[in-house]
């Protein structure tokens, strides 16, 4: 460092210390979307000492170069001590920091079940200070077991169990070790009881506060006086009950009144009782098999009530609640669907007056005794109503189309004959005679019934989910109106961070299939599909869409939550399952853990949880299951090459598993051998395990991590490739995952990715690959400079690519790449699936290398990050955004009378390296003016690049001449 950047640094330093006692206060820097635990305004959360954070928000005549360099918290016990600026629970004072994530609370022991309200000042570079951010709160749960006062509480025990077995005996075939199918329909379900109790409340003073804590084992709905509770669906969501539940708080202040009061819920079977998917390959039980974490739906709540003179009343789920088990729910689950009879529902029977006395008492189940924690993931929610675009006749039959593949369900309006069923069956695409297409749906029936009281009927379930684009209805005597019905997709809710748009209208299509497939594939964990009966966390899937996802979608709630699932679902030897919750019991002992690529995602997911959110909390928590994990490969594998598993599913559904694809498509060379694949995975878990080890003080792990990496990867190379960077299988799969793993030493990395050009050009610039490598070969196309491949493979229209897809009517992902093809229809296969996330990965490439946004791993949740677009194929312009967890990232370009222009938005407390295709800097203009040599990199190696370090704010670069149209245009 030369003296006039010292004396520079000096002269930063002492101004800000001066200025933290004399600071102006600018209206141009605000303080804005205050989180705790990642979540806004949580009511009840069980971490005792909760990380804040906060982003810092330019307005228009901002200054550039904004950085924080220190913050003042408050946080008070009620909202007027927090205006006044009295802290009684937690006064900082003035931090030096520029830290504006993760900033841990420390103030005083939290209590269970209170509400804590906060604000935050921050001081800049330039010797001024915010005011104080808007106030912001968050709510404690219930911190400990014993702090619940509440009951369990439903029906008789066993009943539902009861009359499952006794089904199973009459309609199956009895075998030595379970029951072999007879019949193929499923086990009648019993009705979903409802619940209630009536309180009062003294008028002893203002109610300041009610807050009800609340959970089932079982999915519920809760009511408060007539009225449904929170815009929570299929709650509590599904996590390995065995391990632990999680509970919902809900604000009822507005809704509780002096005098009479009633609380109600409706309960019904969800994850915890209902079907699962995986239990279908069960060996010991015949599917359907119902009952799976436990027998009995049962709930537990909890109000609190707080008044202005200090005085509190608690409500709790007890003995004195009432049940009616002949519910107007006649049976619900999430794959066979929802029977709704209108003839059965009680008016006002969840209001205070109701008459319950005919009502029998509910059961006490003191047997049960769960670990209850607070939802640490946004809530799943209805995020969108879409109404009818088509409506046709089929037979004596009407087929609703809504233009979107979805998952959710359909709520309708309708005045018809008592006790008429009206039928709806629910399906992702039509055969080419028009009829629904199910067939693929395995034992998920996807039909909800609707059984008409004979006056006006408003009937929408609750208690289960469908994937479908079109729906069936029978039951009507006439056409049914395009107001009839309202098709509401469903799915967990975080924040949708991410835009994209460009020149080509079929990429916008892709993005927008990407970003619809993941929402409906988000039900509280992220599943392979909405629709069949499977549904199930596969982590091969998850791994591979998890950096997608967040570019998408605020996902740090949400993979907090699944992370921890995956801790709850470790197989016998330590080593993580194929999927998550793992759905073992003594019923079904489920094999598929440790399988390359999928158990892998135990540490990969929590790598790109730290990369795009700067969380070393996650993982410090998760590290030794981690280790653990690769330990146990480690012991089972000590020649380092992975051949004992329990698992394995390679590439899977590369070229080689296409059905009958067109005549000049080669299906041979998809695959490589499950040696080269596994082993590849063990490297690159062992790589990132050192860095993990690293950055959370593990310093010897560290250091054997990474010598463990190095050993596997010689290994690999000894073993599969040879002289000539030829890697066993020869498949484009096989080099991609060789190169973007770095598995391979510097004299053999060039050749090896000429020999996957090589197989490239032998597939007629056609993609082979698999989910897993599709991605990994588009990232090392464009870091070995052919991005003119990489656009044309993006943009092909022939089979298999993506845009073949969409000309067949994809509006989600696929599962396969021949999930349908012209001329031979719909693939034949049980395994088929119109919206699946796994090959829509390539969103991250198109956020990377199109848009041009890139995390900085070395200053992780983009304290600092690249801008870097790419530019090729039939594109002209794009624009987009992604709103990190620092704020909005944008880039925005055109290529237009052959100059270049980039737009970029920089949040204020990041900084950016701006990449741009220049050879000389000279040929850059920055906000109209010319960019000074000394700020600007030229790298006449890299296809003639210019990178520019840039701070917050807003800049637009043009550059005449752009070198790198030129090259590419000769390819």
């Known amino acids: 460092m030369n003296m006039k950047n010292i004396k520079l640094l000096l002269v930063i330093a002492f101004v800000g210390t001066f200025t933290f006692v004399r600071a102006k206060e600018t209206t141009s820097l605000s303080a804005v979307e205050l989180t705790c635990e990642y979540l806004n305004n949580p009511l009840g959360i069980d971490i005792r000492q909760p990380r804040l954070g906060w982003k810092l928000q330019h307005s228009a005549d901002a200054k550039n170069n904004q950085q924080q360099t220190a913050y003042h918290i408050i946080v008070s016990s009620s909202p007027e001590r ?346 992702e695409w039509l055969k ?125 709630g949400f993979y907090t939550k699944f992370v921890k699932d995956m801790r709850d679902a470790v197989a016998p030897n330590g080593q993580f399952y194929s999927i998550v919750p793992s759905v073992r019991n003594k019923y079904f002992g489920m094999d598929w853990y440790g399988g390359p690529a999928w158990a892998d995602a135990g540490v990969i997911v929590p790598w790109r949880m730290y990369e795009n959110y700067a969380d070393t909390v996650l993982l410090k ?88 990496a190095e050993a596997i990867a010689k290994k690999f190379t000894q073993t599969f490739v040879d002289k000539d960077a030829k890697i066993s299988g020869n498949s484009q799969g096989a080099y991609a995952l060789a190169l973007n793993f770095d598995l391979l030493p510097e004299n053999l990395r060039d050749a090896a990715f000429n020999n996957l050009l090589k197989c490239i050009e032998e597939y007629d610039y056609r993609i082979s690959t698999g989910m897993v490598t599709t991605l990994m070969m588009m990232k090392e196309l464009v870091r070995y400079n052919r991005i003119d491949i990489a656009y044309r493979l993006l943009e092909s229209e022939r089979f298999p690519s993506w845009i073949y897809a969409i000309n067949q009517g994809a509006t989600t992902v696929w599962e396969r790449w021949d999930a349908y093809v012209k001329g031979r229809g719909i693939h034949p296969s049980g395994m088929n699936s119109f919206d699946h996330y796994s090959i829509g990965s390539i969103g991250e490439w198109m956020y990377r290398h199109i848009l041009g946004i890139n995390p900085d791993v070395d200053r992780p949740g983009y304290e600092h990050f690249t801008i870097h677009p790419r530019l090729g194929g039939s594109l002209t312009w794009a624009n987009g955004s992604y709103n990190s967890i620092r704020g909005e990232i944008a880039s925005s370009w055109k290529i237009e009378k052959g100059k270049f222009t980039l737009t970029v938005k920089i949040p204020a407390n990041t900084t950016a390296t701006v990449v741009l295709p220049a050879s000389d800097a000279r040929s850059i203009l920055m906000n109209g003016k010319p960019i000074q040599k000394k700020i600007a990199k030229t790298n006449n190696t890299n296809l003639n690049e210019t990178s520019i370090d840039v701070g917050s704010g807003e800049y637009e670069f043009v550059v005449g001449n752009p070198t790198i149209l030129n090259k590419l245009t000769l390819r």
């Open 432 to 556: 080419d005679n028009g009829e629904i297409y199910t067939e693929t749906l395995g034992k998920a029936k996807q039909t909800d019934i609707f059984i008409l009281s004979g006056g006006d009927d408003h009937f929408e379930p609750k208690f289960t989910y469908h994937g479908f684009q079109y729906v069936e209805i029978s039951g009507l005597d006439a056409p049914p109106s395009a107001d009839m019905i309202v098709a509401k997709a469903v799915s967990s809710d975080p924040e949708v961070t991410g835009q994209f748009e460009c020149s080509n209208p079929k990429l916008n299509q892709l993005f927008s299939n990407i970003l619809w497939t993941q929402r409906n594939n988000m039900h509280s964990i992220p599943t392979d599909c909405p629709q069949r009966d499977e549904r199930c966390g596969w982590l091969g899937d998850a791994q591979i869409f998890c950096q997608n996802s967040i570019f998408n979608m605020n996902m740090a």
């Open 82 to 427: 927090l205006a006044a600026g009295n802290g009684d629970i937690w006064n900082s004072g003035q931090v030096k920091s520029k830290q504006s994530v993760h900033v841990v609370f420390a103030g005083k022991p939290l209590q269970s079940m209170r509400q804590y309200y906060w604000k935050v000042k921050v001081w800049n570079n330039y010797g001024e200070s915010t005011a104080w951010s808007q106030p912001a709160k968050w709510g404690t749960g219930i911190l400990q077991h014993s702090d619940w006062k509440a009951l369990w509480i439903g029906d008789k025990p066993d009943t539902a169990m009861v009359n499952y077995i006794e089904y199973i005996k009459t309609h199956y075939n009895k075998k030595q070790d379970g029951y072999d199918e007879k019949i193929g329909d499923n086990p009648p379900l019993l009705p979903s009881p409802m619940l209630r109790r009536r309180f009062n409340v003294e008028n002893t003073g203002k109610i300041i506060s009610a807050l009800l804590y609340v959970t089932s084992l079982g999915d519920y709905e809760i009511r408060i006086n007539g009225e449904r509770i929170g815009d929570h669906q299929l709650a509590p969501e599904w996590t390995n009950y065995d391990k632990r539940v999680q509970y919902q708080t809900y604000e009822l202040t507005d809704k509780i009144k002096e005098g009479r009061n009633a609380l109600a819920a409706i309960l019904a079977d969800g994850w915890y009782l209902g079907e699962l998917g995986p239990v279908r390959w069960a060996k010991e039980r015949a599917f359907p098999f119902r009952g799976f974490y436990g027998n009995d739906r049962r709930l537990i709540a909890q109000l609190l009530i707080k008044r202005s003179d200090g005085t509190e009343q608690i409500i709790v789920t007890d003995g004195s609640w009432k049940i009616n088990t002949d519910g107007f729910i006649r049976s619900a689950d999430n794959f066979v669907g929802e029977t709704i009879d209108a003839r059965k529902i009680i008016p006002d029977w969840d209001m205070p007056d109701f008459d319950d006395s005919g009502w029998e008492n509910v059961y006490v189940d003191k047997a049960i005794d769960k670990n209850l924690e607070a939802q640490k993931n946004e809530p799943i929610r209805i995020h969108r109503e879409i109404k009818p675009v088509a409506i046709t006749a089929w037979k004596d039959k009407y087929i609703v189309n809504f233009g979107q593949n979805i998952a959710g369900w359909c709520a309708v309006k309708i005045k018809g004959k008592p006790g008429t069923a009206l039928t709806l069956r629910h399906g």
């Open 621 to 708: 928590n998760h590290y030794e299951a981690m280790k653990i994990y690769l330990e146990s490969v480690l012991s089972e594998n000590p020649n380092l090459l992975w051949q004992k598993h329990q698992s394995n599913y390679n590439d899977w559904l590369n070229a080689n598993t296409f059905s009958n694809p067109p005549e000049d498509y080669d299906n041979t060379r998809g695959s490589m051998p499950n040696d080269v694949f596994n082993t590849a995975f063990f490297a690159n878990s062992a790589r990132l395990l050192s860095q993990i080890a690293a950055i959370i003080g593990h310093t010897e792990d560290a250091k054997k991590y990474k010598d463990l």
